[in-house]
């Protein structure tokens, strides 16, 4: 009898300074999202099509859950 397949490893880790969170599968870097909308997409990106990232049981969140995206908010309100 085969073993199913593994299933991928997803982490979305803690915000860097800047607010952005780097995805990973194992090793791998898949990208660096800025909002939730871009896990999606990175996730989509490398075949792996999650409909509801934020409760996916596929995507590990570390630092903080899929709302949490520090740092940005005051990036877009600063003035030069």
């Known amino acids: 009898m085969a073993h ?5 490893r997803i ?3 803690a915000p860097a300074l800047d607010g952005t969170r780097r995805v990973t ?4 870097t898949l990208g660096v999202a800025s909002h939730l909308d871009d ?22 969140w570390q ?9 940005l908010s005051e990036e877009h309100h600063r003035s030069p």
């Open 4 to 8: 199913p397949s593994p299933r991928p």
């Open 11 to 13: 982490v979305v880790h």
């Open 25 to 28: 599968e194992g090793d791998e």
């Open 39 to 60: 896990v999606g997409e990175i996730l989509r990106l490398a075949d792996h099509y999650v409909t509801d990232v934020g409760s996916s049981d596929l995507v590990e």
């Open 63 to 71: 630092g903080g859950g899929p709302e949490e995206w520090p740092g």
